[in-house]
């Protein structure tokens, strides 16, 4: 069993858009599901502080809607029992920037947003994403393929970018150790990609219930437990606008408070 903690804070202007009412940022910072990422945005002008306490990655990110199409995250994170380079009494280090675009709203087509997560960083959580949301009433659907670190289903497909080029097919190493830095090579890459989608559903104006399929990669860069099955659930409570909190039970494993 583990148990992580993540405490999310929300300063904002009014919202007009995708409101706090059917959306909260997930364990990463991310507006989403528990640990999947959404289409969905809030307006300009919104950040958000999120803090994660897991086994073994520690995180706090912060994030920013600079505008009501960009979703922008930084994050500081320590990875226990992973020594860092020349100083191995000590765990290692990293940090990283994530990004989300809007590339359509909801309309009588889903909306859909991509997403890097980690960009430039040193691998641990290099990633990429496209997902779709559709929303109905209460009811909120999202669907979407990763690549990278969110590669990690068992019903993973080849990679469908690889027919277009063969270069999409084979995804560089990563950089962990000596530094990030940019490599678009590795971008949306690699032999296979995982499918990924969940649903939350707005009991009322305060309780929003999260249930999604985790195709997070549990034998990657960073260790975690293996799961018991891809499924998790939780519920989120708003207490405030400006304060969430949130309880799940992901993959069959651990408990996740927020």
């Excluded at 009501?68 to 100083?87: D, I, K, M, R, V």
């Excluded at 990633?127 to 559709?134: A, D, G, K, L, N």
């Amino acid at each position: 069993m583990r148990y992580l903690l993540s405490l999310c804070f929300l300063l904002s202007i009014k919202v007009n858009a995708d409101s706090f009412q059917y959306n909260t940022y997930n364990n990463h910072g991310i507006i989403g599901l528990i640990n999947m990422p959404t289409a969905r945005f809030y307006n300009e002008s919104v950040h958000g502080v999120t803090v994660y306490d897991g086994t073994p990655d520690q995180k706090v990110t912060l994030t920013t809607n600079p505008y009501n199409w960009l979703e922008a995250s930084f994050f500081y994170t320590n990875l226990q029992g992973t020594p860092y380079p020349g100083f191995e009494y000590q765990d290692y280090k990293d940090k990283g920037f994530n990004i989300k675009l809007k590339i359509k709203e909801q309309g009588s087509l889903p909306a859909i947003a991509l997403g890097v997560m980690d960009i430039a960083g040193t691998g641990y959580y290099s990633s990429e994403y496209i997902v779709t949301s559709y929303g109905i009433n209460n009811l909120d659907m999202h669907y979407g393929i990763g690549w990278g670190a969110l590669d990690g289903s068992e019903d993973s497909i080849k990679n469908p970018l690889g027919y277009i080029n063969n270069s999409f097919k084979s995804r560089p190493g990563s950089m962990a150790g000596i530094g990030g830095q940019f490599q678009p090579s590795r971008y949306f890459s690699g032999q296979t990609a995982s499918p990924f989608y969940g649903i939350s559903y707005a009991i009322n104006d305060k309780t929003l219930l999260k249930l999604e399929k985790d195709s997070t990669k549990t034998n990657g860069k960073i260790d975690y437990e293996n799961p018991g099955y891809e499924y998790s659930f939780g519920v989120d409570y708003s207490l405030n606008e400006n304060f969430v909190i949130g309880l799940s039970y992901e993959r069959g494993n651990f408990a996740s408070l927020k």
